[in-house]
């Protein structure tokens, strides 16, 4: 039997999703604004036409969140970390990107 002994308690894989999910927010609502000052980002992102650039902002978001998650996943497995300064780091970039994909914000920036 395999029964584990060792019961310390690691928070680097929680820490490591909350991070990512955070990350791929912010570039979302980044790409958001950005694609209103940049028509060529803005036609980068129209991957569709029926959608138009938003498809290519969550597009990115997502892919990058794919990305980022295993990466900390993979160096903060069976780790303690500083969870308070993560957290906080992400509430930060989530209320940044969220905040980047108001109309009143990203129009401010239209050209």
């Given at each position: 039997?395999?029964?584990?002994?060792d019961?310390?308690?690691?928070?680097?894989?929680?820490?490591?999703?909350?991070l990512a999910?955070?990350?791929?927010?912010?570039?979302?609502?980044s790409?958001?604004?950005?694609?209103?000052?940049?028509?060529?980002?803005k036609?980068?992102?129209?991957?569709?036409?029926?959608?138009?650039?938003?498809?290519?902002?969550?597009?990115?978001?997502?892919?990058?969140?794919?990305?980022?998650?295993?990466?900390?996943?993979?160096?903060?497995?069976?780790?303690?970390?500083?969870?308070?300064?993560?957290?906080?780091?992400?509430?930060?970039?989530?209320?940044?990107?969220?905040?980047?994909?108001?109309?009143?914000?990203?129009?401010?920036?239209?050209?």
């Amino acid at each position: 039997m395999n029964a584990r002994t060792d019961f310390t308690k690691t928070d680097g894989v929680a820490a490591a999703a909350v991070l990512a999910s955070a990350i791929g927010v912010f570039i979302t609502g980044s790409l958001t604004t950005l694609a209103e000052i940049s028509d060529s980002l803005k036609t980068a992102l129209e991957w569709s036409g029926a959608v138009g650039p938003l498809i290519g902002k969550t597009g990115v978001g997502v892919i990058a969140w794919l990305i980022i998650w295993p990466i900390f996943h993979a160096l903060w497995r069976g780790k303690v970390v500083n969870f308070s300064a993560i957290y906080i780091v992400s509430v930060i970039l989530i209320a940044l990107g969220w905040f980047l994909t108001f109309p009143p914000v990203f129009e401010a920036f239209s050209g």
